[in-house]
């Protein structure tokens, strides 16, 4: 039997304008409700900010209380792993601190000759007590988006686009802020583009997030001399970001040079937040 | 009014793809990733429910969910409640056309959905200038359908137990 057009269009009346069984709404006007709001999200409005700032906020309380269980149950697995690894991790530290502990006079010489230098090109030095510490409220990494929300926003003038640290470590830049809470974009993320220099090489390039651990270098220049083992830092270029802030070291597999981050970014609790540059 | 041991069930069995429906959104957990495997159960949640038993979840608690999600995952507002309501579209359609219930059925009918969900994920996406990793989407996509038939298992089973 020939399905006629008429059919067709019952049937599509049917599904998508009536409510149905014990529904509220059709599914037509809720479609077209998702449109206006995805519309809506690209105007940069204040009073729509304002509501947008609130509805996050909310659902990033349901959300962290919603998550607790798993977070607990997530943190009683580490627990017990650290436990289990006990020794082996112990004699990791042993050799490792005994490396630091050679590094130490070192890198106070260095130091002391950098800020020497930059005070001879008038560099000002950037100042440690910029930074406000946060903590992860809700980190739940998305495989399209590699990002996690903290527990401070327009209350502690956080600002889109601020350095975001672990310890002194970059991780990432602030890229939407609320009243109580911010959302931090990840180095690793697709969408993340940050101006990096390496040392001692000395190559400009952008760090570039692929969704995984490992960031690549891109927009080198074609006759660069960057090397296993050489540190990236951030560069400074666009007046964003402090330059000097340590990203990761560089690791070249198969003619691609990837970044190793030096922070884990899956086990991240508190961060510090770069007020530096954008409150002056 | 006691509520007895059965009708107790009963309300329980019948809440539960809400509740799981919420706790996906709230939990930010509506795509698994066990290493290579990558499977969209909210998807398979909303396309299973509205197909089967559309009165246990209603189209107003879908957008919801997907307005959670997109807070929840750092999207722009829409993008998942568009593309869960895309779903929620296509089972609609095919509750009204079919008359048998057979897993193939619903199987073969889910392929147009997730394709219409992911070009709506894809397009709304690309117009908010977000970069997305397409061969996962693929990936996502193709292990969400394999992956099918064990969630209609386990809803069934919750459907079986609800009548009982």
Known sequence: ?280 | MKLSFKQFRYKFFELLPLLLLFFISLNGSSIINVKFFSINIHYILVYYWILRKPENLGYGFIFLSGIISDVVLGFPLGINALSLLMVAGVAAYVRVVTVRITLVNDWISFIPALLFANFVYFASLYYSNYSLDYLYLLKNSIFTLIFYPVLWGVFTLIVNLQKS
Request: hydrophobic share 40%.
């Open chain 1, 1 to 280: 039997m020939e399905t006629s057009r008429e059919d067709v269009g019952i049937v599509i009346r049917s599904a998508f304008l009536k409510r149905g069984t014990q529904q509220r709404f059709s599914l037509f006007a809720l479609t077209i409700l998702s449109i206006i709001l995805i519309f809506l999200e690209t105007i940069d409005f204040k009073s729509l900010n304002t509501i947008r700032s609130f509805v996050k906020d909310i659902i990033y309380r349901g959300a962290s209380i919603a998550t607790y269980p798993s977070k607990s149950f997530s943190s009683f697995y580490q627990l017990m792993e650290n436990h289990i690894n006990l020794y082996s991790n112990y004699k990791e530290l042993i050799t490792e601190n005994e490396e630091l502990k050679n590094n130490i006079s070192k890198s106070d010489f260095l130091e002391l000759e950098n800020s020497q230098l930059r005070q001879l090109i008038d560099e000002q030095v950037a100042s440690p007590s910029n930074l406000v510490s946060a903590r992860v409220m809700l980190d739940k990494q998305s495989p399209y988006l590699n990002s996690f929300v903290i527990n401070i926003g327009g209350n502690k003038n956080i600002k889109n686009g601020m350095a975001v640290l672990d310890g002194k470590i970059f991780i990432g830049r602030i890229v939407d802020v609320n009243f109580f809470s911010s959302r931090v974009l990840l180095v690793s993320d697709l969408n993340s583009k940050i101006p990096v220099l390496s040392q001692p090489s000395g190559n400009h390039a952008i760090l570039s997030g692929h969704g995984t651990s490992e960031p690549t270098l891109e927009y080198l220049s074609e006759n660069h001399t960057i090397q296993d083992g050489d540190k990236v830092y951030t560069s400074g270029k666009g007046g964003i970001f402090t330059p000097g802030i340590a990203v990761g070291k560089v690791k070249i597999d198969k003619k691609k040079v990837k970044v190793l981050l030096f922070s884990d970014l899956s086990q991240i609790t508190f961060v510090n937040i770069n007020l530096g540059e954008l409150n002056k």
